[in-house]
Each structure stands twice: as C-alpha cells, then as structure tokens.
C-alpha cells in the first residue's frame, strides 16, 4: 500500500502533505463573526469623528452627512433625535397685535382679514410640514427648505443640506444660499425643482452670476436648532464616539456568544513510543486524512476537528458569566452623554419626580426652536395680508408630556375672564378656522346648548350634609405620581400593597 507498511520492508515513514480541516476551522469562525457586521463602520470610522470634531467648522459637511448615516442605522441615535424632534405638538393660533382699540375699528375688515390670515395658517399644514423640517434640523443641525404652495396646497421641498449654506439674516429669520452648481453633477433634478433654480442655474452658466447664489427669502425656510454658531453642526455631534462604542461593544458580544458555541474535537495520533525514529506514527497520514475527513464530514458547523499528536483535551470557549455588560455600559454612557434620561428609552432606575425634571430641561431646548417657526410663519403672514390690522402665528409650549397641564392652567385662565379661549382650543388641537366653524356650527345650526343637560355630578351638586353617607373625603388633593419624591413613591407603593391584602 503507497504510503504505508509493508511486510517485506523496512518499516520506514513516508511523509507525504495531507491537508487537514485547519483552513475550514478558520474560515467557519471568521465567516460567523462577519455575520454581525459593524454597520457603522461601513462609511464611517471612529478615526473619522476626531478629525471631523477636531475641527467642526472646516467639516460641518461631514458631520452632517455622518449625522444622516448614524440616523438611518443606530437605533439609539434615531430615537434620541425622533424623541427631541417630535415633542412639539405644534398647537398654534393666530394673534392679533397692534390694536389701537381707542379709534374705531371696522369688524367687519377686522373679520375678513382674521379669516385670511387663518386661511394662509391652515395651508401650511404647520403640524406635518413643520414636523418634518424639525426631524431633519435635529438630525442635521439645520433645515434648509424652499415653498412651494398653490391655491389650496402647500409643501416645503427640503434641499440638499451639502450645497446650502446660511447667508444672512432678515427680520429676524435665517437666509441662505444655494450651489446651484449641484446640476452640473445631477442634470436629472433639474426638472424636480421650482422654475426659480432654473433661472438661477441658468443665469451661472452664463457667467452672470456665480455658483452660489441667495434663494428667495420670501419662499425659503430655514430652521437652525443651534443659533449660537453661522456653520452647520449636528447639535449631537459630539455623541458619534459613543455610537460607535455602542456597535463595537455589541460586536464583541456577539463574538463572545458564537465562540462561545464552538468546541475543537482533537484526534489524537498514536505514535510508538519505544521507536528510537523521529515521527514514527502507528498509522500513515493518508489513513489519519481518510478518518479526519469522513469524521469532519459528519460534524456541524459549530464543531472543529483537528488531528495532533500532542496531548490535547476537549476545549471549549466561554466566558465567565459575571462578566461586565459593556454593551449596557455604553449604552449608559450614550444618554448620560446627550444629557437625556435613559429611563425614556429603557424604563429603570430614577423616580416619576426625577424623569419629570429632566424631562423639563430636554423641553427648554425644544421650545427655543419654535420660536423660530414663529418668526418664520408670522413673516409670512406680513408679507401675505395686507391693512392695518397686525396678525402673527403663536405656536404653544406644548409638548407631548405637558399639553395636559397647559390645558389645566389655560382653562383656569378662562374662567376668571382671561382672553385666552383661542389659545385653550389650540391646545386642545383644535385650529384656529376650526373654533370658528364649530362653535357657529354647535350654537347656530345645532343649538347644542340648549340640547344638552349637564350631567348630575359633584361639579353640579352642593357638598354633602350632615348625615350624608357619602364616600368623600376631605383633607388635602392627591399629588400626581410625577410630583412625588423617590420616598413618597415608595410610600404610595407600600399603601397599594397593604390594600390589596
């Protein structure tokens, strides 16, 4: 037999090359780990956010366009952005200013110009146009947007953020210019656009005007989240580090988990131990090759096999389970980072009363945007009504987790005669031509009023007499769960369990 023993011989070894399963135990374990590739890794490298942060205003670009990226791939970073840009409910309404009411004042001309102003309000659809320009000035750290509106629709188109840039300022309100040379390299958009880019393309290649030329201010919308700078930067630029951390640790987990499922079957080879011969092995490579194959061909992935001499036990590749969670580490790290509770995101730890603080300091940075949707859509309002009657749009502190205390403190404000029953529908979300229309609607065609009969309640009963067996209790109102301390949850807790005994 080639390559073994033979009777009539000299019993001599002959080596020949064998190759064994080495290569396919390699190949399975860096196959299995590339499984979970490292999305973030795929554009952007962690080397890429300390020279972009290294010098923000030289890269305000890059930042951006990673802010875009990190957005549509991190869980973490979508929600963050998702959660500052979507707090605003956007409830507004039309205020008139400016009234001299010691001269006469012409209703009438006062109704018809405060109905066309709310008319122009309605068309922009402040809640969905508005909504989408505040995803994207979060994410981006500015919006850049141009009008397009007709009779009875109106839509902002969001422009290329890589070829706009902040210009000036006029009454108070962002301009900016656009590199109209970006339909040089995308001929095919140039039919998408407004006729207004066409002329301004047109008149760059003709050498009249240059490349970068101011869009309309009267049309345009710009929507910047940090006003303390004039260059672009992603208000949470400086968390892309820990995004990056975020992935790599989650990447190292996975690792741990699929070696952990490995195990290496060792074939021991017998060797003569008496033999005064270098590797004089009992049995001829080409037989230890059959064996290990036909063996390695029955075993599953997760299963190496090798063949050795050398004496080798069964191994196996696990971790100690007390080992650190640095994926939950970082995710910590990533919130604490962005200033933002983490109990938003993944309810554990702090109290009601504590996320509720925090919960106000996230709505202060929220709310100074609006105000610039107010300058915004009342600049609009100016140059679209004309006379003398002065109107601009309000838009309410209102977010998803106080609209129901504004509610409170308006209707409050209602009842001792305050002027503030359009603000109190407006949080309601109720719109400004809805008020009108309803209430004429209700009062006029439907007579609601005088329809309906309050129902019997506390509200409508005097309290109780002497004798009465009802269940009221007197003493002070409950506090709400938000405004109680760490101690007097715990208290409230306790007082439940005990009930239900």
């Keep these: 037999m080639k390559g073994g023993f033979s009777m009539n011989e000299n019993p001599q070894f002959v080596r020949e090359s064998v190759v064994l399963d080495y290569a396919k135990l390699t190949e399975l374990v860096i196959k299995d780990l590339s499984k979970n590739n490292n999305t973030t890794t795929k554009t952007y490298t962690k080397n890429n956010v300390s020279t972009y942060l290294g010098n923000p205003k030289r890269y305000s670009k890059e930042l951006q366009g990673m802010s875009a990226y990190l957005y549509d791939v991190s869980p ?58 505040l995803v994207s000035a979060w994410k981006l750290g500015t919006f850049y ?18 070829f706009c840039q902040i210009s000036g300022i006029a009454d108070g309100v962002y301009t900016f210019s656009f590199d109209v040379s970006f339909f040089e390299r995308n001929a095919n958009e140039l039919e998408l656009y407004p006729k207004e880019f066409k002329k301004m393309f047109n008149s760059y290649k003709s050498g009249s005007k240059p490349k970068w030329q101011e869009v309309d201010p009267a049309r345009s919308i710009c929507i910047k989240v940090n006003e303390e700078t004039y260059y672009d930067i992603p208000p949470f630029a400086g968390l892309f580090g820990d995004i990056f951390d975020i992935e790599d640790y989650k990447a190292l987990r996975m690792a741990s988990a699929v070696i952990g499922n490995y195990k290496f079957i060792i074939e021991k080879i017998p060797i003569r131990e008496d033999s005064d011969k270098n590797n004089d092995f009992k049995i001829d490579l080409k037989t230890v090759s059959m064996f290990h194959n036909k063996t390695s061909s029955l075993l599953p992935d997760e299963i190496g096999i090798f063949s050795t001499p050398f004496e080798i036990d069964t191994i196996e590749f696990s971790k100690d389970k007390s080992e650190v969670d640095n994926v939950a580490n970082s995710e910590n790290a990533f919130y604490t980072a962005a200033g933002t509770a983490k109990q938003l995101f993944n309810p554990e730890g702090s109290s009601s009363s504590t996320l509720a603080k925090s919960i106000n300091v996230d709505e202060a940075e929220v709310l100074s945007v609006l105000r610039q949707l107010e300058r915004i859509g009342s600049g609009k309002l100016k140059n679209e009504i004309s006379g003398s009657f002065k109107f601009r749009l309000r838009i309410l502190n209102n977010t998803i987790f106080n609209w129901r205390e504004n509610v409170e403190t308006l209707l409050k404000n209602a009842q ?61 109102p409950e506090m709400k769960d938000d405004e109680l301390s760490e101690q007097g949850e715990a208290q409230r807790e306790g007082e439940n369990n005990a009930n239900r005994e």
């Design 76 to 133: 973490h970073y979508r929600r963050l952005i998702n959660y500052y840009a979507k707090m605003p409910t956007l409830d507004y309404y039309v205020e008139l200013y400016g009234l001299d009411t010691s001269k006469n004042v012409n209703t009438k001309t006062l109704r018809n110009n405060y109905n066309k102003a709310m008319e122009f309000v309605e068309l922009m659809n402040i809640r969905h146009e508005f909504g989408k320009a």
């Design 145 to 162: 947007g141009f009008e397009l509106y007709t009779k009875d629709s109106y839509f902002i188109k969001e422009l290329p953020f890589d």
């Design 416 to 476: 001792y005669g305050l002027p503030v029953k359009l603000m109190l529908c407006a949080c309601l979300g109720i719109s400004p031509s809805a008020v009108v229309s309803m209430n004429f609607l209700e009062e006029q065609v439907l007579m609601l009023s005088s329809s309906f009969v309050p129902l019997s309640s506390s509200h409508t009963q005097s309290g109780g007499v002497e004798g009465d067996n009802s269940n009221s209790q007197g003493g002070r």
